[in-house]
Structures are given as C-alpha cells and as structure tokens.
C-alpha cells in the first residue's frame, strides 16, 4: 500500500515536469486576442487524473505551476499563474469526477463535456471578475486599455461582452474540445503502462 502511494506521488511529479515541458510549445490562437496563448500541458493533467484521481490532478497541476514559476517565474504578477490553476481545476476535476463513477467510453465522454462546459463558464466569471480586474489594477491599466490591445489583434472586440464572446469562450472551447479529443484518442494506450507501473 505505502510502495502504491510513494509510485503515486512519483508519476504525479512524472507527469507535472511533462506538463512543464509541454507548457513551453504554446502559440497563439489567430484571430482572438494577444491573451489567447494555448499549449498542451493540460493533457498529462486530465490523462493523470483519470488514471490518479482528483488528488493526484491537483498534485500535478501544483507541481506544473511551481516548476514554471521556479524556471521561468511570472510575467503577470501570479494573475497568470492563478487563472491557470483555476481553470485547469475547472476542467479535469469535474471530468474526473464523473468518470470514476461511470467507467465507460460514455462516462469519458460525458465527463469530459461537463468539464468543458464548467471551465468555459468558470473561465467567463474569472476573466471578467477576478483574473483581469487583478492584472489591471496591479499594472496600473484599465479596461479600455485590454480592450484596446485585444482589439488591436480582433476588431470584433470592444466591450466586455464582446471579448467574452469572441475572445474567452471561443478559446476555452477550442483549448478543452482539443485536449478532451486527444484523451479521448490516447488515454486506453497510455493509462495501461501507467497503471502497471503504479501496481506493480
């Protein structure tokens, strides 16, 4: 039991230096705003979760994120940092949740649908609540000035409403629907060796 646990934690921090590693292959989403940056460091956070549980989802996320901010520190005053701990949550743990309690391709999928849809919704709340209200009253902007960097990039943006529309949900559904499709695609091969590690 204990030897389970310490091979566990092991894979956990296994997978958080890969999330880390795949958090440096990021690019931006043409068209949506300068803030629309999206790599693949999600995938080992959602595949590890349905293979760790919640805890472990959390474990490699908080490792993710303290391997970034040990290497590569913040360039948002920790508004960045905090907004993806959030929404990663957002995503694998309602997924996860749901898909301990129906093991089937279509409790996968339905979990991954859930937490498509809670982080989209999450992702609305903290961009214009709390995430952006924070980096603008930290850097000493205002929300004209956002509005005007991203309308720079989408000239569709020029309110609030407008950047939530075509800027925060067309991303996060582009980002999680991407992600939630290659798990979907891999989990099966990569979870059996990941799996016998853990139990051997």
């Known amino acids: 039991m204990k030897n389970s646990r310490v091979r566990t934690i092991t894979m956990a921090a296994i997978m958080g230096a890969v999330a880390f590693i795949l958090q440096f292959f990021s ?38 994120l303290g391997l970034i901010l040990a290497f590569k520190g913040t360039t948002s005053l920790f508004t960045g940092e905090i907004q993806n701990f959030i929404l990663s949550c ?25 937490g498509i849809i809670i982080s989209v919704v999450i992702a609305i709340f903290t961009n214009l609540y709390l995430i952006f209200p924070a980096y603008i009253y930290l850097y000493g902007m205002s929300w004209d000035q956002i509005l005007g960097i991203c309308a720079a990039v989408n000239p569709y943006i020029s309110t609030k409403i407008s950047f939530v529309a075509f800027s925060v949900i ?3 559904l582009i ?21 016998h590690f853990i139990q051997e």
């Open 170 to 172: 067309p991303f996060n």
């Open 175 to 195: 980002s999680r629907c991407t992600t939630s499709i290659i798990t979907f695609l891999l989990y099966k091969k990569i979870s059996k060796p990941i799996k």
């Open 90 to 114: 957002a995503y694998v743990l309602p997924a996860i949740l749901y898909y301990r309690k129906n093991r089937t391709k279509k409790g996968a999928i339905t979990g991954l649908l859930l």
């Open 27 to 64: 690019f931006n989403v043409p068209f949506l705003s300068p803030f629309a940056n999206f790599d693949f460091s999600a995938l080992p956070e959602i595949m590890g979760g349905f293979i760790l549980g919640p805890i472990g989802a959390i474990e490699i996320i908080v490792i993710k």
